[in-house]
């Protein structure tokens, strides 16, 4: 599992902006070299996004993480939903990732997926692969959630799967057309009552390392900053 190949997805999982599509190639040479997916992957993904138009992409991309706990990025949700207990949790990544010497991006929150993503892109890869691994039951719900919706983020989903060593996300796909706006929006909506998903069978995760014995977490604006990534990523 290669750290570029993390934030490579990180990226690609944010909100679409023109410089990611100006970079696309880019990017998509780091995630081609990544020697724990399957040759071609996320071929589909790119081609996704190299030939939509930007407005439909954002429209699209809104639609589908914005309006519905069942594919939102931020991994309490499914946790802990709107509970007390996520302010909690949120705090303790904070203090997992300030251990570490990562610093939040401006304007994000630590539970957001492409920040957490970024943040192991940081580790050596025997731990960013062990946090990974500790995510995957969520980030499996949330690619099955995709697929359902005919979206091409699944793939991205399946990728970080094969990448913690499990099967990736094997579904019959129908593209969903999002050529138009008659997108049926209330059937997303309604995924906000979805029960969250128990995290590791409770609240409470095994040890990153802090050599407590003890669990750090229970247990992430997209403008400049994303493009700055962008823009470094090859370098």
């Given amino acids: 599992m290669q750290p570029r190949t993390l934030k490579a997805i990180s990226l690609l999982l944010h909100y679409p902006d023109q410089a990611l599509l100006d970079h696309l190639s880019e990017v998509q040479a780091v995630t081609e070299t990544e020697t724990a997916l399957q040759p071609g992957r996320l071929a589909a993904f790119y081609q996704h996004l190299g030939q939509g138009d930007l407005y439909l992409l954002e429209e699209n991309y809104v639609a589908l993480f914005d309006r519905g706990r069942g594919t939102s990025l931020y991994l309490f949700e ?3 939903g709107e509970s007390r207990d996520r302010g909690q949790a949120m705090v303790d990544l904070l203090t997992m990732y300030g251990e570490s010497g990562f610093d939040l ?3 994000e929150l630590p539970d957001y997926l492409p920040v957490f ?3 192991l ?3 050596d890869v025997t731990k960013a692969k062990q946090l990974l691994m500790e995510v995957t039951h969520l ?4 690619g099955e959630n995709l697929a359902k919706r005919g979206s091409h983020y699944y793939l991205l989903c399946s990728a970080l799967l094969e990448m913690a060593g499990e ?3 094997d579904v019959e796909f129908v593209p969903m057309d999002f050529s138009t706006e008659q ?3 209330d059937k997303l909506d309604k995924v906000w009552a979805e029960e969250p998903v128990t995290f590791g069978g409770g609240c409470s995760t095994p040890d990153y390392g802090n050599g407590s014995g003890e669990s750090v977490v229970q247990f992430i604006p997209r403008a400049d900053s ?5 823009e470094t990523l090859g370098a």
């Fill in 183 to 185: 997108e049926d929006y």
């Fill in 167 to 169: 099967k990736g996300i």
């Fill in 117 to 119: 993503l970024e943040y």
């Fill in 139 to 142: 980030v499996r719900n949330i």
């Fill in 78 to 80: 499914h946790v802990h």
């Fill in 226 to 230: 994303q493009k700055q990534a962008v």
């Fill in 121 to 123: 892109s940081q580790l």
């Fill in 105 to 107: 991006p401006p304007g």
